[in-house]
């Protein structure tokens, strides 16, 4: 990890302090996605077979998981990965429950009546990544929300397993069974996300599609978010990050586990480490030696460090302001009473608080949601939650008490904007009124 003293830092060392790292050349993946959403478009099914021949080497894609290979591959579950599943399954239910939406109802004036009301979206498409590191625990994040709204139609498409296609990791299967999803299918990459955007022979389109990707992924579903054909994606993503605020009485080897937790995700993720001890960011670091060399995925954990940063502040106010400035995806709070630090958080997307508590537990199964924003996203958008699996929309009724109450300033409103056939379409209602009443 590079390291950084804040206080000697002007202003443009601290900005490049908590730079990210730099994404990918959209102007170059940009085209190249396009051409694969084209196609996707005009030859329906035969693209995504094309493509898994191209970029998966499969030559016989089913593309649709059956019935029968669904409970073939779930009699391969282990018991303990099942009970696992099952746990995290009923704390995210429990805690996403308490998120239902409710009706609202307003009398703004008298005889003015506004609703707000929510309806589950119709149809939602969840991208699992697989590949290296399947992940069930996306399966849950994404289904049970989709699930407890009661979205009439979940679609699953999760990459092609090898050597077969139906080599699909019986943990996603369970996952996706709990939450009631049996419609799965075995394509992945910016293919998936056309087919889920414009709809095949097999694959009917959705209206939203949700879930994390690769970088092909992440550009198919932007150009697919601004194509009115296309569909509504959950929200913008970069390369996943983690930042430990941390001071001198925390377990550095604590610490240095929870750096590693996220850094094993991809060579691109970033870990952060900010703290006003020197002797904590030079434990840690010995910690981080000491425990990488005993990962399966170091090589990868190494490639994440090398762009990471350990930052010494002046004090812990100091610290807190450096990871206000960042907006990590993930904030960890080692410190002493830590759980009163919360409130002075302004933009992290999810926080986790105490020696206790790992990111680890928020990924897998305490229940909140690890569908989160990144590359500093946190500033303005929301973790994924209840409500991103709803439309919401207004109704108002007025009776014609309502139409005299506030119908004059409608009318007033209306000619100040020098819109007068808004205003007419007032006027005309109150003058039945004035009639009406002329006539009793």
């Given at each position: 990890m590079q390291r950084f003293n804040w206080s000697q830092l002007d202003q443009a060392g601290q900005q490049a302090a908590l730079a990210r790292p730099a994404l990918p050349?959209?102007?170059?993946?940009?085209?190249?996605?396009?051409e694969i959403i084209a196609a996707v478009r005009a030859e329906g099914d035969a693209a995504l077979r094309r493509f898994s021949q191209q970029f998966d080497q499969l030559t016989d894609n089913p593309l649709a998981l059956s019935a029968s290979l669904q409970q073939q591959l779930l009699s391969q579950l282990q018991p303990e990965?099942?009970?696992?599943?099952?746990?995290?399954?009923?704390?995210?239910?429990?805690?996403?429950?308490?998120q239902l939406p409710r009706d609202i109802e307003v009398e703004t004036s008298i005889g003015v009546m506004c609703q707000l009301k929510s309806r589950p979206i119709g149809s939602v498409g969840l991208y699992i990544p697989g590949g290296s590191a399947p992940l069930p625990s996306t399966v849950l994040m994404l289904g049970v929300p989709a699930q407890l709204a009661g979205c009439p139609r979940a679609v699953l498409v999760t990459p092609p397993g090898k050597p077969l296609a139906t080599d699909i990791a019986p943990e996603i299967i369970y996952a996706a069974n709990l939450c009631g999803i049996t419609e799965i299918y075995t394509i992945g990459g910016a293919q998936a996300v056309a087919a889920l955007a414009y709809g095949t022979e097999t694959?009917?389109?959705?209206?939203?599609?949700?879930?994390p990707g690769n970088r092909y992924v992440t550009e198919a579903k932007q150009q697919v978010s601004q194509d009115a054909k296309g569909a509504m994606i959950d929200m913008p993503a970069g390369p996943s990050e983690?930042?430990?605020l941390a001071d001198a009485q925390a377990n550095p080897e604590f610490v240095a586990a929870d750096l590693l937790s996220q850094a094993e995700h991809g060579p691109d993720s970033?870990?952060?480490?900010?703290?006003?001890?020197a002797s904590l960011l030079d434990a840690v670091e010995q910690a981080l030696s000491v425990q990488l060399v005993a990962l399966p995925r170091r090589d990868i954990a190494a490639q994440a460090l090398a762009h990471s940063r350990a930052i010494l502040t002046a004090d812990l106010d100091n610290a807190i302001s450096v990871t206000n400035a960042y907006a990590p995806e993930?904030?960890?709070?080692?410190?002493?009473?830590?759980?009163?630090?919360?409130?002075?958080f302004t933009s992290a997307?999810?926080?986790?608080?105490?020696?206790?508590?790992p990111e680890s537990a928020g990924d897998y199964a305490s229940g909140t949601n690890h569908v989160l924003p990144t590359y500093g996203y946190s500033r303005t958008v929301s973790s994924l939650s209840m409500t991103d699996f709803y439309r919401r929309f207004t109704v108002q009724q007025l009776s014609a008490t309502g139409m005299r109450n506030i119908g004059p300033a409608i009318v007033t409103l209306a000619e100040a904007e020098?819109?007068?056939?808004?205003?007419?379409?007032?006027?005309l209602r109150l003058a039945s009124l004035l009639k009406e009443t002329e006539n009793v």
């Open positions: 050349d959209s102007a170059s993946l940009a085209p190249k996605v396009r990965r099942k009970a696992a599943i099952e746990l995290a399954y009923d704390n995210i239910r429990k805690f996403h429950a308490a694959i009917a389109k959705v209206d939203k599609i949700f879930g983690v930042l430990v970033q870990v952060i480490l900010v703290s006003d001890s993930h904030l960890i709070v080692q410190t002493e009473q830590a759980e009163l630090l919360t409130e002075r997307a999810s926080i986790f608080v105490g020696a206790w508590t020098s819109l007068e056939a808004h205003a007419n379409a007032v006027r």
